[in-house]
């Protein structure tokens, strides 16, 4: 998996796919009843976002890899990353009893999705 992504198209990346998140958070809560969002949640989203984006830089380190295992890889230390992120939070605000279980699965959600975008999109670029 080459990604080659440079600072700029990084944080353009981290940026839309932000707002991709938050305006299908938005319309989930809208729809199941919830008017507000705090404003701690966005900027959690906005650094979880973050770390999964920018984390593409380090992982050209270990580009000789094959593409499943630096998946592989890359998904472990991020999600690692965002758990870890979350467990800090606790010390500024109180968790959701199911925070971990919530980041957890919303995470891997979106990290399916974008790898698989990121490898049908070079797929594409070779043909």
């Known amino acids: 998996m080459k990604l080659k992504l440079s600072v700029k198209d990084t944080l353009i990346l981290v940026c839309v ?3 991709v998140l938050t305006l299908v958070s938005s319309t989930i809560g809208l729809i199941a009843g919830r008017t507000t969002d705090t ?3 966005l900027l959690m989203r906005f650094a979880i976002t973050f770390v999964g984006i920018s984390s593409l830089q380090v992982f050209r380190l270990v580009s ?3 593409p499943l295992g ?4 890359h998904y472990v230390v991020t ?3 965002v758990l870890a992120l979350v467990g800090l939070s606790g010390f500024w605000m ?3 009893p199911n925070a971990y279980r919530d980041v957890f699965l919303n995470f891997t959600v979106v990290y ?3 790898t698989g975008v ?3 999109w070079g797929r594409r670029k070779r043909q």
């Not at 630096?70 to 890889?73: E, H, W």
């Open 17 to 19: 796919l932000y707002t």
């Open 39 to 41: 404003h701690t949640h």
């Open 64 to 66: 000789t890899w094959s």
């Open 70 to 73: 630096q998946i592989a890889l």
């Open 79 to 81: 999600t690692s990353m």
């Open 94 to 96: 109180e968790l959701h």
């Open 112 to 114: 399916a999705l974008v």
């Open 118 to 120: 990121i490898l049908l």
